[in-house]
């Protein structure tokens, strides 16, 4: 049974940073692609970057370019999302996800849209105020 476990949410003030993490079981991630998406408070989940099982193709949404970084270590089993220069329109809770590299192609979504995903993890809350 695959399972996506977000940590490293919490309260930060603008300017400041964040790492999360997405940990996997049931399932060797480096496999597979992963995404990072978050939803903020009464609006839709949105994409925020995207990677490659070799981290050969990576994306960011403009909002988050620059500012994020998406990184992994297969050898962890673990997907991070480093964060900087975090602003109050950054807070949101934050899932990673992940599925068949084939399956979402075949959806012809692209990898920022939550709908290309099959498995998701219970997501992390981040909340960027002073």
């Known amino acids: 049974q695959v399972q996506l476990v977000e940590s490293g949410g919490g309260l930060v003030q603008p300017g400041g940073s964040l790492r999360l993490s997405c940990a996997a079981s049931?399932?060797?991630?480096?496999?597979?692609?992963v995404g990072w998406f978050r939803q903020p408070p009464g609006r839709e989940r949105e994409g925020v970057s995207y990677?490659?099982?070799?981290?050969?193709?990576?994306l960011y949404a403009d909002s988050v370019r620059g500012r994020f970084t998406i990184s992994r270590d297969n050898a962890k089993n673990t997907v991070y999302l480093q964060m900087n220069s975090l602003k109050p329109e950054d807070t949101a809770v934050y899932y990673c996800?992940?599925?068949?590299?084939?399956?979402?192609?075949?959806?012809?979504?692209?990898?920022?849209?939550?709908?290309?995903?099959?498995?998701w993890g219970q997501g992390t809350q981040v909340t960027v105020s002073s």
């Open positions: 996800a992940t599925g068949d590299l084939s399956i979402m192609a075949s959806k012809r979504l692209g990898p920022l849209d939550s709908r290309s995903w099959d498995y």
């Open positions: 049931g399932v060797t991630l480096g496999n597979y692609p």
């Open positions: 990677i490659t099982r070799t981290s050969g193709d990576i």
